[in-house]
């Protein structure tokens, strides 16, 4: 099972899948996605992969700050004032995070918790449904796609692969696109390096970190403002693994923190 | 035509073109795309999205250098010495540069004279075809795009968006990923800024990058040691645009450089 185009597939198929109503803590995202697939008429193949929104995953999980709760540090003072912004929250996004890596022009950028780098630790004001709470993002979002691939094989039968995404902006380039941050069934990358090109040249460092292509192309369908949490994506062949953590750069690789 | 899930679509397909053939400098890649297409048995439709990997593009456009035609200057000597890179090639990237923006590791990031940041102003020596060629970026990809999208739609009769897409690594992530470097017939973003969100509360940044979506979505069918070098989008509703240059992020506005 080599990657993508590899071996014939010529043909992805995305489909976004509704129908989930509101989540709540506690709920087994597995099975409300198997019954919204079931619903739609979509068959469950082998190989299918499920984008999954971080929010809903979040939300299942129950992981909520009350604003009003949070007592906001003199450091998170002082910094919400350079920022501009609401000493509370930059309170929750320093709790979130193991380092600050950038903090200027309105922006708060951090190393979180779980090792990804992104602005306001990953933690999300909109579609929360309550002023003065804020969502934070899973504990291990590894663990949560493992649960949720794990519930949904075991009412299919069929093996596939989860992929929690979230919504990130980037150095260098304006606008948002989504990034893998849980990852279970599948490898994050599809390693083409000592591999020969067409030309028969060996491949130096060509490295594709298919599960966060994989998100962005599943955000073309979710959306931020309907009710879309959840694409499923039929027909990209891929390599099973566990875990997201690969895909982050270890410090002394990476030139810009 | 509103972004993605907003307006009903809940599915979209993507296929990868094949039998293309060797590029040639000259070549009209919107015949050779249509021809393919036909070959193929795809049916032509109004909304469609082409996304068309750079390296074609620099093909047909002829785009190559002979490293032994190279004279490395002083500067590129000592700073191909310092990274443990060939001085020709460093001459090459330099000369395809307005700026570095990160010289370590033996990594070599610069803006290139199209605005991009990435590794070695983006050129580049595989599935080039013959050793000791190096291929430069597309002088100018939205023109590219646009001549590609005009001959696409008036052999087609349809209206089509055509990007174009390069491989490129990121800061702080491991793996790369495509981006959108070329831009015609669709806008880059889809913005939700100022749009209520399920629970009616404004969103205030959410600014969807979605040609590198897209571009991203369609490296899974193209892969990298494989004949396809385009990829067709069918489903995806977008909002008319052109040009690429709203992507690239102001220094002004950019913490990263």
């Keep these: 099972m080599r990657g993508g185009s590899d071996e014939g597939a010529s043909r992805i198929a995305l489909y976004g899948l509704r129908g989930m109503g509101e989540v709540r803590r506690g709920d087994d995202l597995g099975k409300k996605i198997y019954e919204s697939q079931r619903k739609e008429g979509i068959p469950f193949d082998d190989g299918d992969i499920y984008v999954v929104a971080q929010k809903v995953v979040s939300k299942a999980e129950g992981k909520y700050v009350e604003l009003e709760e949070v007592d906001p540090s003199p450091f998170a003072e002082s910094l919400a004032a350079f920022l501009k912004k609401e000493p509370k929250e930059v309170e929750v996004v320093l709790r979130e995070s193991r380092s600050i890596v950038r903090a200027r022009l309105g922006v708060l950028i951090t190393e979180n918790r779980q090792g990804i780098i992104c602005a306001n630790s990953g933690v999300d004001k909109s579609n929360v449904g309550k002023e003065g709470r804020i969502l934070l993002l899973p504990e291990k979002?590894?663990?949560?796609?493992?649960?949720?691939?794990?519930?949904l094989e075991s009412l299919s039968g069929k093996k596939v692969a989860v992929v929690i995404s979230d919504t990130y902006g980037r150095p260098?380039?304006?606008g948002q696109v989504d990034f893998a941050i849980g990852v279970s069934g599948i490898s994050c990358f599809r390693d083409y390096r000592g591999k020969p090109d067409?030309?028969?040249?060996?491949l130096k460092v060509t490295n594709i970190a298919q599960v966060d292509e994989l998100a962005s192309s599943a955000e073309l369908l979710m959306g931020k403002s309907r009710g879309v949490p959840v694409a499923l994506v039929k027909g990209y062949l891929h390599e099973r693994g566990e875990g997201s953590r690969a895909l982050i750069r270890k410090v002394t690789r990476d030139l810009f923190r």
């Design 172 to 174: 260098w380039r304006e």
């Design 141 to 151: 979002p590894d663990r949560s796609a493992a649960r949720i691939r794990k519930s």
């Design 198 to 202: 067409m030309y028969g040249r060996l």
